[in-house]
T-cell receptor, first 117, second 116 residues
């Protein structure tokens, strides 16, 4: 079974350009998470969805960031315009929220390494 | 707000030696606690989790962790280090509860190096 798929794996862009990161969760999973990892701030949760609906976007840094989940098998994280401080590794994770009263393991994708020049 | 502190950003041990990675959490009630491992250029993988009354938790690859409420700690151990254990390890915490259980807060990570 394929794990979480992210594309692209690496992205290099210039300041001011629009960047779109893509994620395909594990088939059957109904929760999806976007994280950002930097040396300075570590691993931070940006936003997560349950059944394609955004539940908590309090970690989204600012209005330049937006995330969508149009269906159960696809999500995007968009940065417009991008800035050098957005350079980081962005991870997508998914889980099967079978029991909302218990913890449900999150499975992480390999990440997208974004460099904004 | 929940938080975790990992003591030591880098830990180096010899192959065959005991591995001890430290994690302390901040919470007013017993939370869920986790250890994840990240190998170079890969995503995070769950090693083990504490979500119930069993305070000693066994995970994959011979790792285990003990939840100590009195010390607000959840240290990760392995009796004998292997070269393949070299990676970065993250402690994480979440609240219990219907929605908040989904929000993980990660520590800064500890990079484990194994010396031959």
């Amino acid at each position: 079974d394929a794990g979480v798929i992210q594309s692209p794996r690496h992205e290099v862009t210039e300041m001011g350009q629009e960047v779109t990161l893509r994620c395909k969760p594990i088939s059957g999973h109904n929760s999806l998470f976007w994280y950002r990892q930097t040396m300075m701030r570590g691993l931070e949760l940006l936003i997560y969805f349950n059944n394609n609906v955004p539940i908590d976007d309090s970690g989204m840094p600012e209005d330049r960031f937006s995330a969508k989940m149009p269906n159960a098998s696809f999500s995007t994280l968009k940065i417009q315009p991008s800035e050098p401080r957005d350079s980081a590794v962005y991870f997508c994770a998914s889980s099967l929220r079978a029991d909302p009263l218990s913890y449900n393991e999150q499975f992480f994708g390999p990440g997208t390494r974004l460099t904004v020049l | 707000a929940q938080s975790v502190t990992q003591l030591g950003s880098h830990v180096s041990v010899s192959e065959g030696a005991l591995v001890l990675l430290r994690c302390n959490y901040s919470s007013s009630v017993p939370p869920y606690l986790f250890w994840y491992v990240q190998y170079p250029n890969q995503g995070l993988q769950l090693l083990l989790k504490y979500t119930s009354a069993a305070t000693l938790v066994k995970g994959i690859n011979g790792f285990e962790a003990e939840f100590k409420k009195s010390e607000t700690s959840f240290h990760l151990t392995k009796p004998s280090a292997h070269m393949s254990d070299a990676a970065e390890y993250f402690c994480a915490v979440s609240d219990r509860g219907r929605v908040r259980a989904q929000k993980l807060v990660f520590g800064q990570g500890t990079r484990l190096t194994i010396n031959p």
